[in-house]
Nanobody
Framework: QVQLVESGGGLVQAGGSLRLSCAAS????????MGWYRQAPGKQRELVAS???????NYADSVKGRVTISRVNAKNTVYLQMNSLKPEDTAVYYC?????????WGQGTQVTVSS
């Protein structure tokens, strides 16, 4: 059974930092394209950052320069380091893993940035 479990969310003041973690079980993240998405109230889910199985990264324009996605294969965990957080970063953040026809999601972790 595949599970993606996010952690690290919370309440932070604007300008602060958070590191989100996505621990995977039942799958090997190194062969998956992994991503972090977010969904704010009343808005569609959007891609924040992704990392391919080959290690290529991609970031939404809104977070470029503030966010870093990384992967530690030995821990089977994907991270999202977020710096200089803004109130508009407030959302539920979801971890995603995709490979061929397999598409897995975590349950999400809440990030709230106060002004």
């Amino acid at each position: 059974q595949v599970q993606l479990v996010e952690s690290g969310g919370g309440l932070v003041q604007a300008g602060g930092s958070l590191r989100l973690s996505c621990a995977a079980s039942g799958m090997i993240i190194s062969i998956y394209n992994m991503g972090w998405y977010r969904q704010a109230p009343g808005k569609q889910r959007e891609l924040v950052a992704s990392i391919t199985s080959g290690g290529n990264t991609n970031y939404a324009d809104s977070v470029k320069g503030r966010v870093t996605i990384s992967r530690v294969n030995a821990k089977n965990t994907v991270y999202l380091q977020m710096n200089s957080l803004k109130p508009e970063d407030t959302a539920v953040y979801y971890c995603n893993g995709v490979r061929e026809l397999r598409d897995y999601w975590g349950q999400g972790t809440q990030v709230t940035v106060s002004s």
